[in-house]
């Protein structure tokens, strides 16, 4: 009997679709998901801490889209490598002050050493994250260019790992 | 002659936004403002025109950490204007449902929150650099907690399975069985959980607070009792607003409730290990000992160690609840409305939650009224900063203002909550 083997690669949407611009990591994952990859297993988490750590949990490579408020102009898309450098030092804790998110797993991972071999993490910046709110143009206008790259890289890293095996 | 003004303006590891100002002119404190400026909610006054059905989903939306207290406290107040009784394994969910909910808090609020206060470090992700292993143990109880709620409650925040009556689906014993190896590891962890806590150093801090709570015949208090104080207060919770009342302060976006005659009061964790102790497992009774606690505790430092205590009951109600449930014939108790007002009150995290409704014959909500922990809380806190500070003029600003967060985390405050809190401000003249 064969034990079905586990999707090794993962792309985690993360956000609130009430709280405005919040929501664009969702909305970058679903228009993933209508796109129907093969080998992808498609995850939207409202990025607390322990739903992230258990949804990166065994994938060989996971990528993490999220909003991000980092002052650039909105609709900015930010890219970075979970184990390279150019990880931003202070990593903004999630807007509830009483809950952990994805900063805390990605901190906690790291000092654990149980971050995914492969993780980056696609930021968008967004302006408004007042309840409520729809997504603003500027974010709603990045969400193409984001899925773009994403099915890019995610093409790339399964070309990378046939050729390993 | 010092004056000073402490000033911590954004208070961090509390739920919410709040700031403390505390002024000190010629060695004398001469202010203390815990400053709730989390915006009002205004759940109160959208409950109006809604139907009671919805009352404990539209407020389990005001805390994220204790949505299930809110659930409870709105079904009870509704099946008491409705003269329900729910049938004895409906009532044993509710308590299982509890159980989850003040392990996966109090986890929180020992390990990520109050903890590095204690040891010295800015935050959780700090203390695990040393303390690695504490850390993760903290992480799991808490997912043991949050996995209680996921299968009674259908998902880990905002619990989509109560209703008045009981629930939409009851659960089958084969599915709870999964809990309990998770649970017995949490029985572990709480009484190692006790025993690190125990350990703290704490600063010498005592007063004559009246601690209130539910207390019940034979149970520690989740969802039933009458509300007793250590001051001789014992009334049905129909009797509350007699007795309570909340008033507006300039200050903070949260209403500060008081008891009519003798002012602030303490509820919470402490508040319900001092009136309930009997009720405590032996388990749980041994461990509190062991940790140095008597059957009365009146540091509030140490509630660190009653909210382990309180967490070890809590997993061992829960394995108990599992052990001898049986599925009930139906899910949830018939209910149908008429005019009439009523109110509950149960024990959140946080300590009691009161909720008053008044419908019409069709089962509106023409009026709503809810009192959380921490606005109960809001009096006490700040008499505790004014004797804390007023005692230790001579330490440095840095440590004082340390010390007067860790004292405002001793209540867990949930600003959230309340606004329905937190910077310091520490000024000398």
Redesign the interface.
């Known amino acids: 009997m064969h034990t079905p083997v586990k999707p090794r690669l993962k792309v985690i949407g993360v956000g609130n679709e009430w709280r405005g611009d919040d929501a664009a990591g969702l909305l970058v994952v679903r228009r993933l998901q209508a796109a129907a990859l093969t080998g992808v297993e498609i995850f939207e988490s409202l990025g607390t801490t322990g739903e992230v750590q258990d949804a990166w949990k065994d994938a060989a490579g996971v990528i993490v889209v999220d909003a991000v408020a980092a002052s650039g102009p909105p609709g900015a898309i930010y890219r970075f490598d979970a184990h390279g450098a150019g990880m931003p030092v202070k990593l903004s804790r999630s807007p509830s002050s009483h809950g952990w998110g994805v900063a805390e797993a990605l901190a906690l991972g790291r000092l654990f050493q149980e971050l995914p071999p492969w993780l980056i993490i696609y930021g968008i910046e967004g302006e408004n994250f007042d309840p409520g709110r729809e997504v603003s143009p500027a974010v709603a206008a990045a969400i193409p260019e984001l899925v773009r790259r994403i099915q890019r890289e995610i093409q790339e890293w399964l070309g990378r790992e046939v050729f390993v095996r | 002659m010092t004056n000073k003004r402490i000033t911590v303006k954004y208070l961090?590891?509390?739920?919410?936004?709040g700031a403390l100002n505390i002024q000190i002119k010629d060695d004398v404190v001469t202010r203390v403002q815990l400053k709730i400026f989390e915006p009002p909610r205004f759940f109160e006054a959208f409950l109006k025109g809604r139907n009671f059905t919805e009352a404990p989903d539209i407020t389990s939306r005001i805390c994220?950490?204790c949505p299930v207290a809110y659930q409870m406290s709105a079904v009870h107040a509704m099946e008491a204007a409705l003269g329900v009784t729910v049938p004895g394994p409906i009532r044993a969910l509710r308590r299982l449902l509890y159980c989850g909910e003040w392990i996966e808090s109090h986890g929180?609020h020992i390990f990520?929150?109050h903890a590095p206060d204690f040891l010295g470090y800015q935050d959780a992700?700090q203390m695990?650099?040393d303390h690695?292993d504490t850390?993760?143990m903290g992480?799991r109880l808490?997912?043991v907690g949050?996995n209680l709620v996921t299968v009674l409650g259908g998902r880990?925040?905002h619990p989509i399975n109560v209703r008045v009556g009981g629930f939409y689906k009851a659960p089958n014993p084969r599915d709870l069985a999964p809990l309990t190896e998770s649970l017995k590891w949490a029985r572990e962890a709480a009484v190692k959980t006790v025993r690190w806590v125990g350990g703290f150093t704490f600063p010498e801090f005592k007063q004559d607070y009246e601690f209130v709570a539910l207390r019940h015949g034979q149970e520690y208090p989740f969802n039933e009792g009458r509300v007793v104080s250590n001051k001789g207060l014992d009334i049905a919770v129909q009797d509350y607003e007699q007795h309570f009342v909340e008033e507006q302060v300039p200050h903070s976006h949260a209403l500060n409730s008081n008891l009519k005659a003798r002012g602030p009061y303490f509820v919470g964790p402490l508040a319900r290990y001092n009136l309930n102790f009997d009720r405590l497992t032996p388990l749980a009774q041994e461990m509190a000992r062991e940790a140095g606690l008597g059957p009365v505790c009146l540091n509030p430092f140490q509630s660190i160690i009653v909210r382990a205590v309180e967490t070890l009951y809590a997993v061992e109600e829960a394995l108990a609840i599992i052990e001898t449930y049986e599925k009930p014939d139906q899910p949830a108790a018939p209910v149908s409305p008429r005019a009439v007002t009523a109110c509950a009150a149960t024990e959140a995290p946080r300590g009691l939650l009161y909720h008053r409704y008044r419908l019409d014959a069709d089962g509106v909500i023409l009026e709503a009224k809810i009192v959380p922990p921490t606005s109960q809380n809001q009096g006490t806190i700040e008499a505790d900063l004014r004797q804390f500070v007023g005692q230790r003029l001579d330490l440095p600003d840095e440590k004082l203002t340390w010390q007067c967060e860790q004292m405002v985390r001793n209540y867990d405050p949930?600003i959230?909550c309340a606004t329905h809190f937190l910077k310091v401000n520490l000024e000398r003249r």
């Open positions: 961090a590891r509390v739920e919410g936004e994220g950490i929180l990520m929150l992700i695990a650099q690695p850390v993760k992480l808490k997912k949050n880990e925040i949930c959230s």
